[in-house]
């Protein structure tokens, strides 16, 4: 079968904990899927490697690429742009193979008017208490940072409806296995399978 | 959260090996989601049990159900009524707890038109040759009666376009797996669960 490979496209709010949760996913053997790798302008850093942590590229380059319509999917945070190559993703789908991207929920909302049979998967928080909680743990923002943040998950929570799947993050382990499934079972939907049964009752021939 | 149960219709070509997928889903104990006993009309036999194999009735009692509307589907065989009484099944989901029916595919178009939010599963087999190989072996028809079978089977897999989702039946055991994380996914599709966060939403008041 000859079938193109879906898009999977992986988002939630900031602090929700996307990057943990992919980890889990591509930690353990049975996907069939490849990571996306993002680009960015921002410098390498010591111990990070070309093509597997970043795509490291020049502000000049970057912005060749979105000019030639290059860039699935970008934002510019705090002066460095981030963004999904466009010719890796297209040609991995080529193949037959599953794309997985991870990316903030305003990016994934660009790659839904470009790519719409896309599968939109959106990690949510238990509550926001929860997230609250998480955001006070991790120790890196101040008071004030964290309510801004709180405000924005409620904005991009509400954004949820642009997805079609919405996994809780209650416990990583689990939250890895729920997307999984959701990529395993989108395989099976009729729409992408139909053409392949109708084919098979047209040609077969059996034996009388 | 009292959402209401799916409503689960699990179906496919005659010897395609419903019962027994059937039977090795609700064999584990993971499933969260109850199995709707089929009404009929035929004969109890020994050994079957009123409420676990079938909920037998008359053929009077079985018609005044159908003129009250109270049969989700229903069809004819033999001379035999087989159907799915509409109240447990609305009780059920009521409660929040999923419904599984395994029906005939005939019977499954007319549930789709009456619950169209249902999740429609089709099991399939591999291709044609095995599925006349099954029919084959299983020794209960006649050559003549297999190639109607098959001409049958090409009929209702024509059908699948119906469905929302195809499960190929290659591996009884891999394709319980299947069924079982297609009815895990489905409740978490966002238009399931969007009312839910955006009550959270609104009435989350945190700390500060």
Redesign the interface.
């Known amino acids: 079968m000859a079938e193109r490979g879906l898009l999977i496209v992986f988002s939630g709010p900031s602090g929700v904990g996307k990057g943990t949760v992919r980890q889990e996913i591509f930690s353990t053997p049975d996907h069939k899927f490849e990571y996306s790798v993002s680009m960015t302008t921002r410098p390498q850093r010591s111990g990070e490697v070309e093509g597997v942590d970043y795509f490291f590229r020049t502000r000049e380059e970057f912005e060749e690429l979105i000019k030639n319509g290059q860039m699935l999917e970008y934002a510019e945070y705090v002066g460095n742009y981030y963004g999904t190559p466009l010719t890796y993703v297209n040609e991995t789908l080529d193949k037959g193979i599953d794309v997985f991207l991870e990316i903030e929920v305003q990016g994934a909302l660009q790659v839904k008017k470009k790519v719409p049979d896309g599968v939109f998967i ?1 990690l ?1 928080p238990p ?3 929860k997230l ?1 909680e998480r955001l006070i743990n991790r120790g890196t923002d101040s008071k004030e940072n964290i ?1 801004k943040r ?1 405000e924005r998950a ?1 904005e991009e ?2 954004l ?2 642009e ?5 809780v993050n209650d416990e990583v382990s689990l939250a890895a296995e ?1 997307v999984k ?2 990529i ?2 989108e395989h ?3 729409e992408r ?2 053409g392949h ?2 084919k ?2 047209e040609e ?1 021939r ?3």
Do not use: N, P, W
């Open positions: 959106f949510t509550d926001l208490g609250q309510a709180i409620k929570i509400a949820m409806r997805y079609d799947y919405a996994v729920r499934h959701i395993e079972t099976f939907r009729v399978v139909i049964y109708m098979m009752i077969t059996l034996s009388r």
